[in-house]
């Protein structure tokens, strides 16, 4: 969130007419290896009640994706490309640092159900203790997509189940490309 001082004209009925407008901005962070259909639906609630959303694609050097991040990012921004107020930015390092380097205090995650919960708790916990600042606010999701889980859809593409009804079609054409490659 910042403040963003106008001062509108410079004198209207002999006095300075000045105003705030505040913007509200968050970040939702997350894997996304591949981005899900219950990922999109977080970003599209989200983005819907703040005035920019950045989607954070993390890139944790310890962690094995299946896409790189620039694959990653690729399929979020096409994504996300009907919304006009979200971004989209790759991230290596702590997501409370790139919070404070934006200045934005608002971090978004999603929820499926309490299997979610003491992970996304203790997240949210760190979060705070790098950044007092820092208010992670939860959706949970949207009963549909309940069961969508990257890890799971990857295990399903990789037998070539049909992911149709889990993901974006651009998605599930790069699951497709990925696992028909004989290099994997
Ligand atoms: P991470 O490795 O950071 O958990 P994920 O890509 O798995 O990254 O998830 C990013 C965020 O999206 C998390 O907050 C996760 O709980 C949420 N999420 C994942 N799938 C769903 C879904 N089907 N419905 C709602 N939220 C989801």
Same mark, same amino acid.
């Given at each position: 969130?910042?403040?963003? @001082?106008?001062? *509108? /004209? $410079?004198?209207?009925?002999? =006095?300075?007419?000045? =105003?705030?407008?505040? %913007? ?28 920019? !959303? ?8 310890? +962690? &094995? ?8 990012l690729l399929m979020?921004?096409? %994504?996300? +490309? ?17 919070? &404070? ?11 499926? #159900? %309490?299997?979610?919960?003491? =992970? ?7 979060? +705070?203790?790098?950044? $007092? ?10 009963? *549909? =997509?309940?069961? @969508? ?11 070539? /189940?049909?992911?149709?009804? %889990?993901?974006?079609? !651009?998605?599930?054409?790069? @699951?497709?490309? +990925?696992?028909?490659?004989? #290099?994997?």
């Amino acid at each position: 969130m910042f403040f963003i @001082l106008r001062i *509108k /004209g $410079p004198f209207v009925k002999s =006095y300075f007419n000045i =105003y705030f407008e505040i %913007m509200f901005k968050a970040v939702f962070p997350g894997s996304f290896d591949p981005p899900t259909l219950g990922h999109l639906n977080i970003i599209e609630r989200a983005s819907a009640i703040f005035d920019e !959303l950045v989607v954070v694609v993390a890139e944790n050097r310890q +962690k &094995k994706y299946l896409f790189s991040a620039e694959e990653r990012l690729l399929m979020m921004e096409k %994504m996300v +490309k009907p919304r006009g107020n979200v971004a989209c930015h790759i991230w290596d390092s702590l997501i409370a640092d790139f919070m &404070k380097r934006e200045n934005i205090r608002i971090l978004i995650r999603g929820f499926r #159900g %309490m299997e979610d919960f003491s =992970y996304e708790f203790e997240l949210s916990m760190m979060n +705070k203790a790098l950044h $007092p600042h820092i208010e992670t606010l939860f959706l949970s999701t949207d009963p *549909k =997509y309940i069961v @969508l889980r990257s890890s799971s859809i990857k295990e399903l593409a990789s037998f070539h /189940g049909d992911v149709s009804l %889990m993901v974006p079609p !651009l998605v599930a054409e790069a @699951l497709k490309a +990925k696992f028909a490659d004989p #290099g994997l």
